[in-house]
């Protein structure tokens, strides 16, 4: 099982105000460190892709990306695929990132999109998946605008549908939050909460699809979510269900 995962990481560009002189510091972070190693360790073959490298180093073409099972898309929004700088500083016609992932999942590849601040709509709706050729493809629709829902006090989603994916597991741990979505009419909502769907399954031509409402790591992916005993089962099960 070969995947490209893609997204979970940030720049953090703060400022330090001390009465009255002030100075700047930056710092790099990987969110998904933990579950790409889980992964690793039950024998799935990973290609991670930071947000900021998707500008240079995603695939082109259709042929490199059928060098993979599945595609795996963790809180990196649309407009990292659809802005690349060829298009946005050179005016250049290339082709759609997005487009060539549809065709791959047409073509029988997987797709998988986990929630967060920059999945489905994210906060203040700029993800915007729903406004791309991925909200065809993913088992889910997506709401306008901006789709988070904050759980401070915390939730733990219901199993909601009959399915080896979610059985066994046991009562689940609490999440801290998730992006409102709904279950197709032909997909499989196997997680839910509140009438919310937590997680679906579905196809999209000859591939199969999933979407996974919350976050894989923090903050909504809480502290119990992470050391949950069956968090490295259940992702490593969800993944090779894709293929």
Known sequence: ?????????????????????SFTSTKYEEGATYLLSCLRERGIDVTYMPSHEVQV????TLEELRAYD??????????TFLLQNPTFYQMQII????????QFVAEGGGLLMIGGYLTFMGIEGKANY?????????????????DRVEMPSGFAPSVSGSH???EGLGEWP??????KLVAKPDAEELLSHGGDAILAVGTYGQGKTAAFASDCSPHWGSLEFMNWEHYPAFWSNLIHYLK
């Open 164 to 166: 080896p994916l979610v």
């Open 1 to 21: 099982m070969k995947i490209l995962f893609i997204g979970e990481s940030w720049v953090v560009h703060m400022i330090h105000t001390k009465g009255y002189d």
């Open 70 to 79: 599945a595609i795996v898309l963790s809180d990196v929004g649309a407009n």
């Open 95 to 102: 082709p759609d990132a997005l487009e060539h992932i549809r």
């Open 130 to 146: 729903k406004r791309t050729v991925l909200a065809d493809v993913l088992p889910v629709i997506m709401t306008d605008g901006d």
């Open 57 to 60: 180093r995603f695939p082109r």
């Open 174 to 179: 609490k999440l801290l939050g998730y992006n």
